[in-house]
């Protein structure tokens, strides 16, 4: 059973009530829903969140309603203690994770996820984008070497940077969430559009999106 989750907090601290902010005609927390819906690949689809208010949305929506504890809607909560109190109280054999703050990616990128990791019988799994370009972390480089001269960028080897517009797990990761970890050496890397890695966060992302949300393709509309 594959169990969809768009989880919302009443509070943000970045940008003040992200999810309820308009894009076009739609709160950002509507188009995940909406997303969610069109994908047609989920056997239920959860509105995860810590506001009553919203419960609204999800009748009219007809999908269901889950109302979290306070603590596990604070800035100091988790990502692996919201998935494992999921996990604790929702039913499903798969659980993923459609994230408001990736407001742009595409129906198509939900349902090629679900269908991999489905296929795949993925423990976990997250989206990423993948870059053919000079890369370096701490100071050191990750993919090429200064003394071999400059390497042409379609010769290096990619990077992978997560964009956690979709994630998912399945419950044989319960001991590892158990653990207050996420992800492990085993989670698969699923490629997604470039639509999928403007990520929400602050004013000036906003700004952002809301000028190329018209020309973003495959949003439900």
């Avoid at 940008?15 to 047609?40: C, F, M, P, R």
């Avoid at 949300?213 to 949003?219: M, R, S, V």
């Amino acid at each position: 059973m594959n169990t969809c989750m768009v989880p919302v907090r009443k509070g943000s601290e970045r940008l003040l009530k992200k999810n309820y902010l308009k894009i076009g005609d739609s709160s950002v927390l509507e188009l995940a829903l909406t997303k969610a819906i069109h994908a047609k690949v989920f056997d239920k689809i959860v509105l995860n969140t810590d506001d009553p208010n919203l419960e609204e949305l999800a009748l009219k929506l007809g999908i269901d309603f889950y109302l979290r504890e306070e603590k596990l809607a604070s800035s100091e909560a988790t990502s692996d203690q919201v998935v494992l109190d999921f996990f604790n109280n929702i039913e499903g054999d798969r659980l993923f994770w459609v994230n408001t703050a990736s407001p742009l990616q595409t129906i198509n990128d939900i349902k090629n996820f679900v269908t991999l990791f489905q296929e795949g019988n993925w423990k976990s799994g997250v989206s990423v984008n993948t870059s053919s370009v000079h890369a370096i972390f701490d100071n050191k480089t990750l993919n090429f070497e200064w003394e071999k001269g400059f390497a042409r960028t379609q010769d290096l080897k990619p990077v992978h940077t997560f964009n956690y517009a979709m994630m998912g797990w399945s419950r044989d990761m319960i001991n590892i969430l158990k653990k207050g970890q996420l992800f492990d050496d085993d989670t698969q890397l699923i490629e997604s559009s470039k639509w999928s890695s403007f990520l929400l966060k602050n004013h000036d992302d906003m700004e952002f999106i809301k000028g190329i949300a018209d020309i973003a393709p495959d949003q439900g509309k």
